[in-house]
């Protein structure tokens, strides 16, 4: 019986052994698990909100500084219309990332929530760019650099009449002044 008793006790020292084994080897990969989770949930955020912020003025900036390009070719003297063409292609492409972007940096309300308002709603983080032409096609700009042209043209001229009026009335009275005076 004594036999056993050792064998049994033995048994029992090696289950209580690799026990608290297994506990050391869980607590290490708990431990490693949670590095994992942190570093993980840490860059998701910093990636977000890099989205929502730096990068989403990076895009939008890109964007306008296109748009102004493009409509500095449709206004210019003389128009290119290929090369106008292909800037508009790259302003509507910069556009679009930046409605990409703004969709994508939205994830950071839910990442990173802000709480309800006073009424209860949740609040939004704000990505700073959208897409704002969606919308314009190239017959729509074609037409809107045409009458940016002819509004030009039509305000150029206007002002040249206006000019040639003023200068007929002003010799006509200094004509007349003139003859007025000599008759005195």
Request: aromatic content about 6%; glycine content about 4%; charged content about 25%.
């Amino acid at each position: 019986m004594s036999t056993k008793s050792a064998a049994a006790q033995q048994l029992a020292e090696h289950l209580e052994t690799s026990r608290l084994e297994t506990q050391r080897l869980q607590a290490m990969a708990d431990k490693i698990d949670a590095a994992e989770a942190a570093a993980r949930s840490a860059a998701e955020l910093a990636h977000y909100r890099d989205a929502a912020g730096p990068r989403a003025s990076q895009y939008r900036g890109r964007r306008d500084e296109l748009k102004t390009e493009l409509d500095a070719l449709a206004l210019a003297p003389e128009i290119n219309l290929g090369e106008l063409f292909v800037k508009f292609i790259e302003m509507k492409s910069a556009d679009a990332q930046c409605g990409s972007l703004n969709i994508h940096g939205a994830t950071l309300t839910s990442v990173d929530p802000l709480g309800d308002n006073s009424y209860g709603v949740q609040r939004q983080h704000i990505v700073h760019c959208g897409e704002l032409y969606q919308r314009l096609t190239w017959p729509d700009y074609l037409t809107w650099a045409v009458t940016q042209r002819t509004d030009a043209e039509r305000s150029s001229h206007l002002q040249q009449l206006q000019s040639e009026a003023y200068e007929k009335e002003i010799r006509a009275g200094d004509e007349a002044r003139a003859a007025a005076a000599a008759e005195q």
